[in-house]
Structures are given as C-alpha cells and as structure tokens.
C-alpha cells in the first residue's frame, strides 16, 4: 500500500461514518517529523507508524474520517495509520481501536489486528453489537469476503494452530452476517484454551443472531 505524497486531501462526508466530528470538504496539512505521542492505554505495539510521510496536522477526527475513506479505497495500511493516530489521540476511544483492528486485518496483520479488537471490546463491550457497523466500509463494497475473509481461512489453512487469525474470522463472519460460522470458531478457539473475556460477548452475538434466523 502506498504513503501519503499528497499535501491537500479532499474528503467526501458521505464517505466517513466518523460519529464525533464535523470537518472541512478540503484540508491542507503540513507532512513534519515529530511523531505522535504514545499513552500507557494504547499497547506497545501500536507505538511505530505503520506507512511513512503521513500528514502530521490531521486531529483524530479527522484521521477516523479519512481512514474510513482509505478503507473504501483499499489503502488498508494508510487505513490502519489514520486508525492508530486517532486512537494514541483519544487513548479511550473504543470505535478507533475497533477501526483499527478492522484495518489490519484488510491487512492482513493478524496479530495486530486481534489486540486492537480485544482491547476495543475491553473498552466497550457494545462494540460486539456494532460488528457490521465496524466493517461497513468493506460490506458496502463486497469487499469484506474477498479481501478478509478468504485469506483468512486461506492463513488457517496453513497454520489451524493461529489463534489470532481465528478470532478476526469469527469476527469478520458475524460482522458479514454468518453467525454459524462465527459460532464454528470461537467454539475452536474455546476448545484451545483462548481466554479473552471477549469470547463470550462474541459467542452471546452469536446465538442471538442464529435465535433470530430460526424464527424467521
């Protein structure tokens, strides 16, 4: 995925499902050094940039915002910086680390992307409701089966020991509307002795959406 060369970005608003802020159609930013600052909420591993020459003005709105439009764009990696600025930004703000998760795992930064969902979950366990919320950028687009969830299954394959991969799939099922999928991974993962309070929120998301189909 390519860096930002580009000094000015034009943002569509109908392309941004950023809840917090209201922003300019047209920013100028200036491209500087200094890095972001760093926060004992947000883990180590999301410290480092993950593209170089990334606008350095952007407010966390505003990088939600356009990550939204990156994810739509399939610049994942832009994506998942915008998403990681914004959150070492507002170190409390759940939605960021879920978008975050969401960006790596397009990806396919698997490990990464699993924290950032698990710490988004610890922050606001509403967020297991909002999974098609979370991935709208790609469902709008038909991207979310191509781009995440085939490599998914294609990494399991060589590798059924990944637990990591495995919750971004149960993830990425419920999110696409396939909670018996979903249920099918997490019910691995629990076999395997995976402990993350988040699992039951997920497996709870599960069974009400499969209760819901069956009494169609």
Same mark, same amino acid.
């Given at each position: 995925m390519s860096s930002v060369q580009y000094a000015t970005i034009v943002v569509d608003r109908t392309e941004s499902m950023?809840?917090?802020?209201?922003?300019?159609?047209?920013?100028t930013v200036a491209t500087v050094s200094e890095p972001v600052r760093a926060t004992t909420r947000v883990p180590a591993a999301f410290h480092q940039p993950y593209v170089g020459g990334f606008p350095e003005a952007?407010?966390?709105?505003?990088c939600l915002a356009r990550g939204e439009g990156w994810l739509r764009s399939r610049d994942y990696l832009l994506a998942a910086e915008a998403f990681r600025r914004a959150w070492l930004e507002r170190d409390d703000d759940a939605f960021a680390a879920a978008e975050l998760g969401v960006a790596l795992a397009a990806a396919g930064r698997y490990e990464a992307a699993a924290l950032a969902m698990q710490c988004a979950f610890?922050?606001?366990a509403l967020l297991t409701c909002r999974l098609p919320d979370l991935w709208v950028a790609l469902l709008e687009q038909g991207r979310l089966e191509r781009d995440v969830v085939r490599p998914l299954q294609a990494d399991l394959?060589?590798?059924?020991?990944a637990q990591a991969t495995s919750y971004v799939?149960?993830?990425?099922?419920?999110? #696409?509307?396939?909670?018996?999928? #979903?249920?099918?991974?997490l019910g691995s993962l629990s076999g395997a002795g995976f402990t993350h309070h988040s699992l039951a929120l997920l497996e709870s998301q599960c069974e009400a959406a499969i209760a819901a189909a069956g009494a169609r």
């Open positions: 950023d809840p917090y802020v209201s922003y300019d159609d047209v920013v952007l407010s966390a709105g505003e610890s922050a606001d394959r060589r590798n059924p020991a799939l149960a993830c990425a099922h419920l999110a #696409a509307g396939d909670p018996w999928s #979903a249920q099918r991974e």
